[in-house]
Every structure is written in structure tokens, then in C-alpha cells.
Nanobody, 119 residues
Framework: QVQLVESGGGLVQAGSSLRLACKAS????????ANWFRQAPGKEREFVAA????????HHADAVKDRFTISRDTAKNTVYLQMDSLKPEDTAVYFC????????????WGRGTQVTVSS
């Protein structure tokens, strides 16, 4: 059983950067696909980014491509989401997920971290 805990959210101004972290425990995180999803108020949860097992591939949603970057530190059992040039429409709760499918996977979920971008 993999447990995921997100951190790094906050309130920032448009154009700023944030780095989210997703710390895993209870399993060998590098053997799982890891995803970031987000859910804005009144909207459905949407896919943001994915990194494959063994960090061979990454995939980013069109809405965040060229602004967000997913990465993984295997030694720290942590996946990151570097978010640059933030926009108000990026405001959402960001969730980490892990599992065996590619590119999206939903076997294990974290509780989320709030990101708020002011204009």
C-alpha cells in the first residue's frame, strides 16, 4: 500500500513559481507511474502531468506544457511539479496519484494541496 502526501501549495501572484512535492511511503515509488491532477472549484478533476516508472518518460497536459515540469527524485521517494508563469486559472487543489497504468493512473491518491494564484 502506497501512501502519498503532497506539499508546497500556497497563495502566489500571477507570473510567480511554485514547486509541489509528493512524498511516497509504503512502496518502491520508482516502480510506479506518478501523476499530478488538479481540481478547480466547480470543475471536474483534470490531468496535469505524468512521469513513468523508472523516469523514462514524461507527459504534460496542453494547458500546462512549457510552464509546468514533472520530475522525480528516486532517492527521496518524491515526485515534484515545478510550476512557472502561474496564471489565475491554475488555481486548484493539486493531487498526486500513483499506480501501474500509463499515462494516467489512479490506484493511490494523496489528499491534495491548495494552489491559489491571484491576478
Amino acid at each position: 500500500q502506497v501512501q502519498l502526501v503532497e506539499s508546497g501549495g500556497g497563495l502566489v501572484q500571477a507570473g510567480s513559481s511554485l514547486r509541489l512535492a509528493c512524498k511516497a511511503s509504503g512502496g518502491t515509488f520508482d516502480m510506479y507511474t506518478a501523476n499530478w491532477f488538479r481540481q478547480a472549484p466547480g470543475k471536474e478533476r483534470e490531468f496535469v502531468a505524468a512521469i513513468s516508472r523508472n523516469n523514462l518518460y514524461t507527459h504534460h497536459a496542453d494547458a500546462v506544457k512549457d510552464r509546468f515540469t514533472i520530475s522525480r527524485d528516486t532517492a527521496k521517494n518524491t515526485v515534484y511539479l515545478q510550476m512557472d508563469s502561474l496564471k489565475p486559472e491554475d488555481t486548484a487543489v493539486y493531487f498526486c496519484a500513483a499506480g501501474t497504468s500509463w499515462p494516467t493512473t489512479q490506484d493511490y491518491w494523496g489528499r491534495g494541496t491548495q494552489v491559489t494564484v491571484s491576478s
